[in-house]
C-alpha cells in the first residue's frame, strides 16, 4: 500500500514563496509518475504539475514559469518550488500519484492535502 504525505503549506504573501514536500512509503514510487493538484473552494480539482519517472513535467499554463516540480527517487519524495504566490494560488495542494503526465490524468493515490493560503 502506498501512502502519500504533504508538508510545507501555509500562509504566504503575494510575491512570496514556499516549496511543498511529499513523502511516499512503499517500494512503488521509482515507478510511478507523481502530480501536484489543487482545489480552490468551489472550483474542480485541477491539475497544477505532473513529473514522469524520467524527470519529464507538465505544468499548467497559469503556473508555467513561477512553479517547479521535481523529484527524489532515493527519497521516495517529490516536490513543489512555487514562487511569485498569487492569491489566486489560495489553495488545497494534494499529491498524487500513478497517473498520467502527457494527459494530466490522476493516479490513484492521494495525498490528505496541504493547505496553502496567499494573502497580504
Known amino acids: 500500500q502506498v501512502q502519500l504525505v504533504e508538508s510545507g503549506g501555509g500562509l504566504v504573501q503575494p510575491g512570496g514563496s514556499l516549496r511543498l514536500s511529499c513523502a511516499t512509503s512503499g517500494t512503488i514510487f521509482s515507478t510511478i509518475a507523481m502530480g501536484w493538484y489543487r482545489q480552490a473552494p468551489g472550483k474542480q480539482r485541477e491539475l497544477v504539475a505532473a513529473i514522469t519517472t524520467g524527470g519529464r513535467t507538465n505544468y499548467a499554463g497559469s503556473v508555467k514559469g513561477r512553479f517547479t516540480i521535481s523529484r527524489d527517487n532515493a527519497k521516495n519524495t517529490v516536490y513543489l518550488q512555487m514562487n511569485s504566490l498569487k492569491p489566486e494560488d489560495t489553495a488545497v495542494y494534494y499529491c498524487?500519484?500513478?497517473?498520467?503526465?502527457?494527459?494530466?490524468?490522476?493516479?490513484?493515490?492521494w495525498g490528505q492535502g496541504t493547505q496553502v493560503t496567499v494573502s497580504s
Open positions: 498524487n500519484g500513478g497517473g498520467s503526465v502527457r494527459a494530466g490524468v490522476p493516479g490513484g493515490y
